[in-house]
Nanobody, 124 residues
Framework: QVQLVESGGGLVQAGGSLRLSCAASGRTFSTCAMGWFRQAPGKEREFVAAISWSGGSTFYGDSVKGRFTIFRNNAKNEVYLQMNSLKPEDTAVYYC?????????????????WGQGTQVIVSS
């Protein structure tokens, strides 16, 4: 059974940093793209970042470019999101997503496994 467990969320002041982690289990994901989405109250789910199965390609939403960095450790089946220069508008529940297919570069949110989410609150 596939399970994604996020950690690292919390409360931080604007300008601060957090690192989110997502541990995947149930199968090997070293050949799967991984990434992060977020959803703020009253808003639609938003793409944050994704990393290809090899780690050679990364993608970011416009609102986080230059501030967030995604990386992965295939030996541990883990993906991370380093968030710097956080803003109050980054407040959301952050969800880890892992591709159900292999060797794809981008994530299709209609075809991924989802974690349970971790709350990030950025105070002004």
């Amino acid at each position: 059974q596939v399970q994604l467990v996020e950690s690292g969320g919390g409360l931080v002041q604007a300008g601060g940093s957090l690192r989110l982690s997502c541990a995947a289990s149930g199968r090997t994901f070293s050949t799967c793209a991984m990434g992060w989405f977020r959803q703020a109250p009253g808003k639609e789910r938003e793409f944050v970042a994704a990393i290809s199965w090899s780690g050679g390609s990364t993608f970011y939403g416009d609102s986080v470019k230059g501030r967030f960095t995604i990386f992965r450790n295939n030996a541990k089946n883990e993906v991370y999101l380093q968030m710097n220069s956080l803003k109050p508008e980054d407040t959301a529940v952050y969800y880890c997503a892992v591709d159900k297919s292999t060797f794809r570069v981008r994530l299709d949110p209609q075809d991924v496994y989802w974690g349970q989410g971790t709350q990030v609150i950025v105070s002004s």
